[in-house]
Nanobody, 119 residues
Framework: QVQLVESGGGLVQAGGSLRLSCAAS????????MGWYRQAPGKQRELVAG???????NYAVSVKGRFTISRDNAKNTVYLQMNSLKPEDTAVYYC?????????????WGQGTQVTVSS
């Protein structure tokens, strides 16, 4: 059984930084595409950043230049470094893994971690 376990969320002031981690366990296969999504109250879940198995990245326009996604394939772990945080970044952040393709959302999700940015 595959599990994605996130950590690193919390409360931070505007302009601050947080680093999210997502580790996959319970599986012998490696994820191809991995990504971070977020969902704010009353809004749809949206892609924040994605990364392929070779390290190619893509970002939402709203976070480009402030957030950095990276991964450690040996550890089957993906990270999201968030700098210059804004109150509008407040949301539950979810890790996603796709074991079949380097593109697109997969069916494996973490439980979510809350990020709250105060003004």
């Amino acid at each position: 059984q595959v599990q994605l376990v996130e950590s690193g969320g919390g409360l931070v002031q505007a302009g601050g930084s947080l680093r999210l981690s997502c580790a996959a366990s319970g599986s012998i296969f490696r994820f191809k595409a991995m990504g971070w999504y977020r969902q704010a109250p009353g809004k749809q879940r949206e892609l924040v950043a994605g990364i392929t198995s070779s390290g190619r990245t893509n970002y939402a326009v709203s976070v480009k230049g402030r957030f950095t996604i990276s991964r450690d394939n040996a550890k089957n772990t993906v990270y999201l470094q968030m700098n210059s945080l804004k109150p509008e970044d407040t949301a539950v952040y979810y890790c996603n893994g796709n074991p079949y393709s380097d593109y697109g959302m997969g069916v494996y999700w973490g439980q979510g971690t809350q990020v709250t940015v105060s003004s």
